[in-house]
């Protein structure tokens, strides 16, 4: 087996603010033009979406499927020959469970990885005993976490369990709005269960390792994305067995050969990475935060507590610290965001997406262009000032303007001096 790339948490064109373009035929296409060769389905839990998934995929090896070939073929025609390859789909799902705990009301997402229809449809018959699963591909439930879990531990015990995006202020695990401090608080005695978290867009390994409680726990990376284009703008590098088992093994065994690591976004690029408030325009770093009190300079309200905040605040280990086990991670940036700034247009200006998709056609999948293309060819099919973006990219050099309260942050490659 090759090493290969697992995106295992996206939505459906029955989620709330998705793309309509979220359909298995584009998710397909897209996998492939990314370089990704399992892919979450997302949103399992939703009867609409569950039937097209029913309709479209079919079994392939043990807990993985396919795209039906008759399906597959004529997609294939719209896919550079340099970018074909296999994909998988993982049946995946998020819940959105929003509950009172302790006396305060808690919003927390998670996500339930499945090996196939038998168990999907067991854990949907108890959830929509509980709630409305058909409104919404991520269905908000007034379910503990805790028993969300427990109810997944009794019905589909071979299924994988993993808080989503653990830090977001607003609807996570660890989120300083309506989250916990600890694992224990949120999934009490069943805590020994949760083997694996994902990080989210706003923080990378090196801010979670700074958790001691964090030690034992896998951390993954997914894409989250709610569009064809965002696939893959986070996700896993594996080198397992292909397979459900296989992979949830290689994650929850944590530090085993089998997961290489995880391809990351520069956490400041994320949406929370700094406080603030996006309305009143007032980003803050957590010192700034802490020396106003938390409130917004502007309006007086308490600021939005971004990821960095809230992992330090977390934290009893120093900047830097790397525990024996931690995973190698790549940070990486779209590479329309590349194109658009060497070109200085938009990223869905025709342009930048012609030069994008003459790319993907020239030397092939996305994260293989960003990660291992040599520098040389990406020269002649991009031009010196991309090359030179992508050296700089894989040595690590980006220069951001941090994300805060839901604003994506700015990335910028070059220099004016690069330019000249
Ligand atoms: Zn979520
Ligand atoms: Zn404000």
């Known amino acids: 087996m090759k090493p290969f790339i697992a995106d295992l948490h996206i939505h459906s064109r029955f989620s709330r603010a998705v793309s309509k373009d979220m359909v298995p035929e584009n998710l397909y296409r897209w996998a492939q033009l990314k370089g990704i060769s399992v ?3 997302g949103d399992f839990t939703h009867p609409g979406w569950c039937l097209e998934l029913q309709e479209k995929i079919e079994p392939a090896e043990p807990g993985l ?3 039906k070939p008759e399906l597959a073929k004529k997609v294939d025609a719209e896919i550079p020959e340099s970018c074909r390859g296999e994909v998988r789909f993982l049946l995946t799902s998020e819940i959105s469970s929003i509950y009172k705990r302790y006396g305060r009301t808690r919003k927390v997402h998670n996500m339930i990885y499945a090996s196939s229809f038998t168990e999907v449809s067991n854990l949907n018959d108890k959830l929509a005993q509980i709630g409305n699963i058909r409104s919404d ?8 976490s805790e028993e969300l879990l427990r109810i997944m531990l009794e019905l589909s015990p071979q299924s994988l369990f993993v808080p989503a995006h653990a830090w977001t202020p607003h609807f ?3 989120g300083a709005n309506s989250g916990f ?3 224990e608080e949120c999934f009490g005695e069943l805590t ?3 083997k694996v978290i994902e990080t989210g867009l706003s923080s990378d390994p090196p801010m979670n390792w700074r958790l001691s409680q964090l030690e034992g726990i896998t951390l993954i990376s997914n894409s989250d994305a709610h569009s064809p284009s965002k696939l893959g703008r986070e996700c896993n590098v594996l080198n397992c067995d292909l397979s459900f ?3 949830k093994q290689a994650f929850t065994n944590g530090f085993s050969p089998q997961f290489l690591g995880t391809i990351e976004f520069f956490p400041a690029e994320g949406k929370y990475y700094y406080d603030g408030h996006r309305n009143c325009q007032i980003r803050l770093t957590p010192e700034e935060t802490r020396a106003h009190q938390g409130m917004c ?3 007086g309200k308490m600021v939005t507590v971004g990821v960095l905040h809230r992992t330090e605040a977390l934290s009893d280990q120093p900047i830097g610290y790397r525990p024996e086990k931690g995973l190698p991670y790549w940070s990486l940036v779209p590479l329309v965001e590349l194109l658009a700034e060497v070109r200085g247009a938009g990223v869905n200006t025709k342009g930048v997406q012609e030069a994008y998709h003459h790319m993907l056609a020239r030397l092939g999948p996305e994260l293989f262009i960003l990660r291992e293309i040599p520098l040389a060819d990406i020269e002649e099919n991009g031009g010196r000032l991309l090359a030179l973006s992508v050296q700089l990219l894989r040595e690590g050099h980006a220069r951001i303007d941090p994300g805060y309260d839901g604003e994506f942050g700015r990335v910028r490659m070059l220099s004016p001096e690069d330019r000249d």
Do not use: A, M
Request: hydrophobic share 35%.
């Open 192 to 194: 020994p269960h949760i």
């Open 39 to 41: 892919l979450g389905t």
């Open 245 to 247: 088992e296989g992979i």
């Open 65 to 67: 499927y396919r795209l």
């Open 137 to 144: 591909g991520r269905p908000i439930l007034g379910l503990d």
């Open 181 to 183: 401090d600890s694992l």
């Open 297 to 299: 300079p502007e309006c």
């Open 172 to 174: 996570s695990v660890f």
